[in-house]
């Protein structure tokens, strides 16, 4: 059988690899895309970890849990009474697969209307030929002159704690828990351990988090580090940070850990469940780099320059499996980028302003650097803070915990970070994201006209406490 001729063949059809597809063939490139991916009925499932295990899944409980502790603290604020409030994890994990599927459902959709060939099976290298690749897709056989690789990540394991997705967890399984567990403990304080161990903490466990760094959330802005962590222990999510974990055993009855805590006593935790979020890994398995010599960095990453360019001419990867950090807008960024360099154009994704975001309750989300990152890189700086106690939206609503903080170059005024913890910081920081994008200063959020009453308003009030003239605190 003659191989099907492409123009750009994208294995792994996560964020970055549909997008790279669609991109692709919106510049008038014959495109095909190859995801192994399987739904429940061994049908295609594409979208990757963020869609079936990941981002997606994750936010539709976050979401549910959220309800069902309004409904359990909240609602009697506001004169609602919602007595002996229950909640059916079956039906709150059928409504998560069914947004789950929307997704699949809309990648094959924009396959389609865009007209990318879908293949659902493994995609390999088989040779270098006719000045390109020859590819497996399935049982298919493909020829492409351009590949884009985009085949993600998997959950790092701890040694001597296999995954079995049933009492030890990977993010797979801790999206699947079928009934809340008494007792759960997460290894790994990150950002899977925060928004899985806040989703089940909602619904009625009590939550153990147990974290190897002395520190709360290091790559986080000192402050709302010190902020989340107060508020986290508030609400009763515990955690325990410096330990060393030693064996974990699993049986029938559950889960026992054994750790040394912060100050060397030897403790052990026994839950029903144990998550385990210390990171994830690229994932290169099934490409048959060897085939062709792709170039692996020693954590398993495929080597790129910052072009997203590999070791190998015309070959190209993108997202996780890469340098960089692991986010799904990220692999989007350089899925568009690497289309509009194969086409020619000047692709470029901006590092410094990708922005962060952590889903737990209040959200904490930021771009640009830290405090403690300026102070380290001697540069000098401004900062000015406003607290969403002080905003008029953010009473309406009844959620006032956290704050909004700028920083700003101590010369010029540019805006160097912003860091947000409170409601809505998922959205609240795209305002941020577009100003550091376009160069603005502090005063340059300062003097725009926000809505009110908005939560936005406090971003614009901290652009004003840059210079010290807040005008509602
Ligand atoms: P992936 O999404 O991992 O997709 C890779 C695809 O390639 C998969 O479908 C895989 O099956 C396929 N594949 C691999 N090898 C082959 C092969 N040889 N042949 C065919 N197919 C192959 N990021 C955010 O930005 N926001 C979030 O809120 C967020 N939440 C997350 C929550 C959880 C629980 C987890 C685990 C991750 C979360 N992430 C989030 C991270 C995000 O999911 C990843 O950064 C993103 O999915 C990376 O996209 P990707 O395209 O590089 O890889
Ligand atoms: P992570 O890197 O965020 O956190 C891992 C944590 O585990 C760290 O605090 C680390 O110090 C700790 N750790 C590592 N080894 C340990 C050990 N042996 N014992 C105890 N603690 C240990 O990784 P996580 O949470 O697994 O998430 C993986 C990636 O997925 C994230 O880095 C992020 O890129 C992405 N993600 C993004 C989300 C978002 O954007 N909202 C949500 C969830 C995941």
Redesign the pocket.
Known sequence: MSAKQFDVVV???????YIAAIRAAQLGFNVAC????KNDKGGPA??????????IP??ALLQSSEHFDHANHHFADHGISADNVKIDIAKMLGRKDQVVKQNNDGILYLFKKNKVSFFH????FVAAKDGGYELKAGDETLQAKHVIL????N?RALPGATFDEENILS?DG??RIGAVPKKLGVIGSG??GL??GSVWRRLGSEVTVLEGLPTFLGAVDESVAKEAAKLFKKQGLKIELGVKIGEVKSGKKGVAVAYTDAKGEAQTLEVDKLIISIG?VP?????NAEAVGLKLDERGAIIVDDDCKTSLPNVWA????VRGP??????EEE?VAVAERIAGQHGHVNFNTIPW?I?TSPEIAWVGRTEQQLKADGVAYKAGQFPFLANGRARALGDTNGFVKFLADAKTDEILGVHIIGPFASELISEAVVAMEFKASAEDIARICHAHPSLSEATKEAALAVDKRTLNF
Request: proline share 3%; net charge neutral.
């Open positions: 294995i792994g059809g996560g964020p970055g690899g190859v995801d192994e991916w594409p979208g990757g970890t963020c869609t079936n295990v990941g981002c994750s936010k099976g493994r995609g390999s985009a085949t993600g990540s959950a993010n801790a999206l950002v899977i928004e899985m994830r994932n290169t398995i099934g490409l993108v997202g996780d499996v692991m986010l799904a807008h990220k692999a899925g975001v889903y």
